[in-house]
C-alpha cells in the first residue's frame, strides 16, 4: 500500500511540475457583458467556459468579464438559480475583447444542473442514468442549515435520525437502511471512515458547502465498499470571484436556551484566474437543553470550531492543481450536570474531536474536450477523547486514533460512433486504494482483542487495533442513443483487514466483483424512465456504532465482532418515471422510485452475557438474508412571481 501511494505522489509531482513549465503566457483576450432576462438584470449569475473550466459570477448588475481567456473557439455557459442554462460558442483572438451577452427563459423547476455522482463524470442531470437529487446552497441559506446534517433533512428518500439522546449520535437513513450502508464522499473522495460517519454529519459546516448530491441505490460499482444504500457526495465551493461574508446566527431553543453559529466565508481570485482560494470559518455554541424536566438533556452541548480552504493553480488553459485543507475541534456532552466532569455526573457521554483533512488534486482536460485526467490524493486524521459512563463511574474514558489515505487515478474518453446510430459514449476508468486504521483505547474495564473469545477484564488496554487496505479497479461505458441510454461497468476490489495488534499482515483478505447496468429513456423533454441493477459489499470491519457504548438502566453494553464474521454483499435493483412540466410562471415535477435491496450474509447483533454483569452485543452474520423494499414519491411544484 505505502509503494502504491508513492508512486502517486511521484507521478503526481511530475505532472504538475511538467504542467508549470507548460503555463502559457496572458492572451490579453477579454469576454465580457451581460446576463439579464426578458425583464430584467440578473444578478450573481454563473458563467463557464466549458473546456477550460475557467469560471466567473455577474456583478449584482449581472455584468461579467473574463480577462485573459484561452485563445480559440469556446463554449460559454450562463447559468442561474430559477433559469435555464444558455452555451454560445465564440471565438477569440490575441489583444481583442468579445461583447456577449445571454438573455435566459426563466425555469420554474430546475432540471438542467450539472451532476457527478452518477457516473463519475460532469453531466446534466437529465442525461443521468440514475436520478440525482441536488440540495443547493439556496435552500442551506433559506432554512439557516448551519452543518450537513440540517441539509440533509430537505432531500427526499433520506431520513437523519437521533439514536441516542446522551451524546446526539444520529444516522442517515437511506432507502430504508441505516447509515453505514450509505458511503459519504467529499468531491467524490471517499475520505469520509467508519469513524467520522456518524457525528461527521453534524462537523461539516455548511458554508463549504456548494451542492449535496444524492443517489439513492447500490454504487460499490463505482465508490466501493459500503455505498448499499446509497451515496451522498458532498461538492464544496470553488472560489469564483472576490467576496465576504460573515453570518451571525442566534436562536432560542422553546424560548430559554441559546443556539449561536458565526460563520465567514472569503473568495479572492487574481485578475488571470490562474489561481483562487476560497477560506471558510464556522464557530457553534449550543447550550444543553432538557425539555422535560427529569435532568437529562435532549439535546446535547455542542462546541464546534472549523476552519478550511480550497485553493487552485491553473497549470495551463486546460489543467489546474487543486488544494484543499480543513480542521474540525467539537465537544459535545449529554446525559446530565454538563458543568461537572463527565465521571461525577449520574449518566454522561462527553466526546471531543480534532479532526484534520486535506488534499490535493490534478485535473486535465484536452483542448476538444473529450479527454479528462485526474489524479488525486486525501487524507483524514482524527483524534478522538470520550467517556461513556454511568453512576460515577471514573473508568470508563477512552481514547480513540482513527486515519484514512485515498489516492487514485481516473480517466475518461468521449467517443463519437457516427456509423452506429449516430450515437457516443463516455469510457471511465480509474483504480483507487484505500487505507484506514483505527486505535480504540479504553482507560477502565477493557478487553485486548475485538473478537469474542478473549475477552478478559483489565485496565488501560487497546480495544482494537484494525487497519483496512482496499485497493480497487473500476471500468464503465455509457452508450447515449439520444432516445435511450446504457451504462454497464464493474468494479474489483480486494480488501485486506489487519490485526494490528498481533501482526502487519493480513489476517483476512476477500475479493469482490460488483457489476451494474442501468438504462435511461428518453420519451420526450418531460418523460424520463430509468430502471438499473447494481451490487454492493461492506467488510467485516470495526464501524463507529461498535466503539459506541450503550447505557441501559446504568448498566454499559459494549460491541464486539464475532470470530467468523463474513462480508456482507447486496443486490439492488430500482425502477424510476420522473415527468417534468415547466409554463411560464408555473411547474410541476412528480417523482415515482421503487427498489427492492436483497442482503446477503446481513450484519446482526445479539445480545450476550460474559462473565458476571458483562453484556455485549456481537456483530454477526444473519443465518438467513434479509430484504428492503419500497417506494420513494417526490412532487415538487413552483409557482413564479416575477
Given at each position: 500500500?505505502?509503494?502504491?501511494?508513492?508512486?502517486?505522489?511521484?507521478?503526481?509531482?511530475?505532472?504538475?511540475?511538467?504542467?508549470?513549465?507548460?503555463t502559457?503566457?496572458?492572451?490579453?483576450?477579454?469576454?465580457?457583458?451581460n446576463?439579464?432576462?426578458?425583464?430584467?438584470?440578473i444578478?450573481?449569475?454563473?458563467?463557464?467556459?466549458?473546456?477550460?473550466?475557467?469560471?466567473?459570477?455577474?456583478?449584482?448588475?449581472?455584468?461579467?468579464?473574463i480577462?485573459?481567456a484561452?485563445?480559440?473557439?469556446?463554449?460559454i455557459?450562463?447559468?442561474a438559480?430559477?433559469?435555464?442554462?444558455?452555451?454560445?460558442t465564440?471565438?477569440?483572438?490575441?489583444?481583442?475583447?468579445?461583447?456577449?451577452?445571454f438573455?435566459?427563459?426563466?425555469?420554474?423547476?430546475?432540471?438542467?444542473?450539472?451532476?457527478?455522482?452518477?457516473?463519475?463524470?460532469?453531466q446534466?442531470?437529465?442525461?443521468?442514468?440514475?436520478?440525482?437529487?441536488?440540495?443547493?446552497?439556496?435552500?442551506?441559506?433559506?432554512?439557516?442549515?448551519?452543518?450537513?446534517?440540517?441539509?440533509l433533512?430537505?432531500?427526499?428518500?433520506?431520513?437523519?435520525e437521533?439514536?441516542?439522546?446522551?451524546?446526539?449520535?444520529?444516522?442517515?437513513?437511506?432507502?430504508?437502511?441505516?447509515?453505514?450502508?450509505?458511503?459519504?464522499?467529499?468531491?467524490?473522495?471517499?475520505?469520509?471512515?467508519?469513524l467520522?460517519?456518524?457525528?461527521?454529519?453534524?462537523?461539516?459546516?455548511?458554508?463549504?458547502?456548494?451542492?449535496?448530491?444524492?443517489?439513492?441505490?447500490?454504487?460499490?460499482?463505482?465508490?466501493?465498499?459500503?455505498?448499499?444504500g446509497g451515496?451522498?457526495?458532498?461538492?464544496?465551493?470553488?472560489?469564483?470571484?472576490?467576496?465576504f461574508?460573515?453570518?451571525?446566527?442566534?436562536?432560542?431553543?422553546?424560548?430559554?436556551?441559546?443556539?449561536?453559529?458565526?460563520?465567514?466565508?472569503?473568495?479572492?481570485?487574481?485578475?488571470?484566474y490562474?489561481?483562487?482560494?476560497?477560506?471558510?470559518?464556522?464557530?457553534?455554541?449550543?447550550?444543553?437543553?432538557?425539555?422535560?424536566?427529569?435532568?437529562?438533556?435532549?439535546?446535547?452541548?455542542?462546541?464546534?470550531?472549523?476552519?478550511?480552504?480550497?485553493?487552485?493553480?491553473?497549470?495551463?488553459?486546460?489543467?489546474?492543481?487543486i488544494?484543499?485543507?480543513?480542521?474540525?475541534?467539537?465537544?459535545?456532552?449529554?446525559?446530565?450536570k454538563?458543568?461537572?466532569?463527565?465521571?461525577?455526573?449520574?449518566?454522561?457521554?462527553?466526546?471531543?474531536?480534532?479532526?484534520?483533512?486535506?488534499?490535493?488534486?490534478w485535473?486535465?482536460?484536452?483542448?476538444?474536450?473529450?479527454?479528462?485526467?485526474?489524479?488525486?490524493?486525501?487524507?483524514?486524521?482524527?483524534?478522538?477523547?470520550?467517556?461513556?459512563?454511568?453512576?460515577?463511574?471514573?473508568?470508563?474514558?477512552?481514547?480513540?486514533?482513527?486515519?484514512?489515505?485515498?489516492g487514485?487515478?481516473?480517466w475518461?474518453?468521449?467517443?463519437?460512433?457516427?456509423?452506429?446510430?449516430h450515437?457516443?459514449?463516455?469510457?471511465?476508468?480509474?483504480?483507487?486504494?484505500?487505507?484506514?486504521?483505527?486505535?480504540?483505547t479504553k482507560?477502565?474495564?477493557?478487553?485486548?482483542?475485538?473478537?469474542?473469545?478473549?475477552?478478559i477484564?483489565?485496565?488501560?488496554?487497546?480495544?482494537t487495533?484494525?487497519?483496512?487496505?482496499?485497493?480497487?479497479?473500476?471500468?464503465q461505458?455509457?452508450?447515449?442513443?439520444?432516445?435511450?441510454?446504457?451504462?454497464?461497468?464493474?468494479?474489483?476490489?480486494r480488501?485486506?483487514?489487519?490485526?494490528?495488534?498481533?501482526?502487519?499482515?493480513?489476517v483476512?483478505?476477500?475479493?469482490?466483483?460488483?457489476?451494474?447496468?442501468?438504462?435511461l429513456?428518453?420519451?420526450?423533454?418531460?418523460?424520463q424512465?430509468?430502471?438499473?441493477?447494481?451490487?454492493?459489499?461492506?467488510?467485516?470491519?470495526v464501524?463507529?456504532?461498535?466503539?459506541?457504548?450503550?447505557?441501559?438502566?446504568?448498566?454499559?453494553?459494549?460491541?464486539?465482532?464475532?470470530?467468523?464474521?463474513?462480508?456482507?454483499?447486496?443486490?439492488s435493483?430500482?425502477?424510476?418515471?420522473?415527468?417534468?412540466t415547466?409554463?411560464?410562471?408555473?411547474?410541476t415535477?412528480?417523482?415515482?422510485?421503487?427498489?427492492?435491496?436483497?442482503?446477503?450474509?446481513?450484519?446482526?447483533?445479539?445480545?450476550?452475557?460474559?462473565?458476571?454483569?458483562?453484556?455485549?452485543?456481537?456483530?454477526?452474520?444473519?443465518?438467513?438474508?434479509?430484504?428492503?423494499?419500497?417506494?420513494?414519491?417526490?412532487?415538487?411544484?413552483?409557482?413564479?412571481?416575477?
Amino acid at each position: 500500500m505505502k509503494n502504491q501511494l508513492l508512486l502517486l505522489w511521484v507521478l503526481l509531482l511530475l505532472i504538475s511540475t511538467y504542467s508549470f513549465s507548460q503555463t502559457p503566457p496572458l492572451s490579453n483576450s477579454a469576454i465580457k457583458g451581460n446576463i439579464k432576462s426578458k425583464s430584467e438584470e440578473i444578478p450573481y449569475a454563473n458563467i463557464l467556459i466549458l473546456k477550460s473550466k475557467i469560471g466567473v459570477a455577474a456583478n449584482e448588475k449581472g455584468y461579467f468579464i473574463i480577462k485573459n481567456a484561452p485563445l480559440g473557439k469556446l463554449k460559454i455557459r450562463a447559468s442561474a438559480v430559477g433559469y435555464h442554462p444558455q452555451i454560445k460558442t465564440i471565438e477569440t483572438k490575441k489583444n481583442t475583447s468579445i461583447q456577449l451577452n445571454f438573455t435566459l427563459d426563466p425555469s420554474v423547476i430546475t432540471t438542467e444542473q450539472v451532476v457527478v455522482s452518477a457516473s463519475r463524470i460532469e453531466q446534466n442531470r437529465t442525461d443521468a442514468p440514475v436520478i440525482v437529487n441536488t440540495i443547493s446552497p439556496k435552500l442551506l441559506q433559506s432554512t439557516n442549515a448551519v452543518n450537513l446534517a440540517e441539509g440533509l433533512n430537505f432531500s427526499p428518500g433520506l431520513r437523519i435520525e437521533t439514536n441516542c439522546l446522551n451524546c446526539g449520535f444520529n444516522q442517515l437513513r437511506l432507502n430504508g437502511l441505516k447509515g453505514p450502508y450509505t458511503q459519504f464522499l467529499i468531491n467524490s473522495r471517499p475520505i469520509f471512515s467508519a469513524l467520522n460517519g456518524v457525528y461527521g454529519l453534524e462537523q461539516i459546516p455548511a458554508n463549504m458547502i456548494d451542492r449535496i448530491e444524492v443517489v439513492r441505490g447500490g454504487g460499490s460499482a463505482l465508490f466501493g465498499a459500503n455505498a448499499i444504500g446509497g451515496t451522498v457526495n458532498i461538492i464544496t465551493k470553488d472560489p469564483i470571484n472576490n467576496s465576504f461574508t460573515l453570518i451571525n446566527n442566534t436562536s432560542l431553543v422553546n424560548g430559554k436556551t441559546f443556539d449561536e453559529s458565526i460563520n465567514f466565508s472569503i473568495s479572492q481570485v487574481t485578475d488571470n484566474y490562474r489561481t483562487g482560494i476560497f477560506a471558510y470559518g464556522l464557530y457553534r455554541n449550543r447550550q444543553a437543553y432538557d425539555h422535560n424536566g427529569d435532568n437529562l438533556y435532549e439535546l446535547t452541548k455542542i462546541r464546534n470550531r472549523s476552519f478550511g480552504l480550497r485553493s487552485y493553480y491553473r497549470t495551463s488553459d486546460y489543467s489546474k492543481l487543486i488544494l484543499d485543507f480543513g480542521t474540525i475541534y467539537e465537544l459535545r456532552r449529554g446525559g446530565n450536570k454538563e458543568d461537572h466532569s463527565p465521571h461525577i455526573a449520574d449518566v454522561a457521554e462527553q466526546l471531543i474531536h480534532n479532526i484534520t483533512n486535506g488534499g490535493l488534486s490534478w485535473e486535465a482536460f484536452s483542448k476538444d474536450n473529450q479527454r479528462k485526467i485526474s489524479i488525486y490524493l486525501s487524507g483524514s486524521n482524527t483524534k478522538r477523547k470520550s467517556y461513556y459512563g454511568a453512576k460515577q463511574d471514573q473508568s470508563a474514558y477512552g481514547r480513540t486514533e482513527d486515519y484514512s489515505i485515498v489516492g487514485g487515478i481516473q480517466w475518461s474518453q468521449k467517443i463519437n460512433h457516427k456509423k452506429f446510430f449516430h450515437s457516443h459514449s463516455t469510457i471511465l476508468t480509474g483504480i483507487e486504494n484505500t487505507y484506514n486504521q483505527l486505535k480504540d483505547t479504553k482507560l477502565g474495564y477493557q478487553i485486548p482483542d475485538f473478537t469474542i473469545d478473549s475477552i478478559i477484564n483489565y485496565p488501560n488496554t487497546t480495544v482494537t487495533h484494525q487497519g483496512v487496505n482496499a485497493f480497487g479497479i473500476f471500468l464503465q461505458e455509457e452508450i447515449d442513443f439520444h432516445i435511450f441510454t446504457i451504462l454497464a461497468g464493474i468494479r474489483y476490489d480486494r480488501a485486506d483487514i489487519i490485526n494490528l495488534k498481533k501482526a502487519k499482515k493480513p489476517v483476512r483478505s476477500f475479493n469482490s466483483f460488483n457489476p451494474r447496468t442501468n438504462i435511461l429513456f428518453k420519451i420526450n423533454k418531460a418523460i424520463q424512465i430509468r430502471g438499473s441493477f447494481a451490487s454492493g459489499f461492506r467488510p467485516p470491519q470495526v464501524f463507529n456504532e461498535d466503539l459506541h457504548l450503550n447505557i441501559s438502566g446504568g448498566q454499559k453494553i459494549r460491541s464486539i465482532l464475532s470470530n467468523n464474521l463474513e462480508p456482507e454483499t447486496s443486490n439492488s435493483f430500482t425502477a424510476s418515471f420522473e415527468w417534468t412540466t415547466n409554463k411560464s410562471k408555473f411547474g410541476t415535477q412528480l417523482t415515482l422510485e421503487s427498489f427492492y435491496t436483497i442482503l446477503n450474509n446481513p450484519f446482526h447483533n445479539e445480545l450476550e452475557t460474559l462473565g458476571e454483569n458483562d453484556l455485549v452485543y456481537v456483530k454477526k452474520n444473519a443465518t438467513s438474508g434479509a430484504f428492503v423494499k419500497g417506494i420513494n414519491v417526490e412532487f415538487k411544484s413552483q409557482l413564479l412571481t416575477f
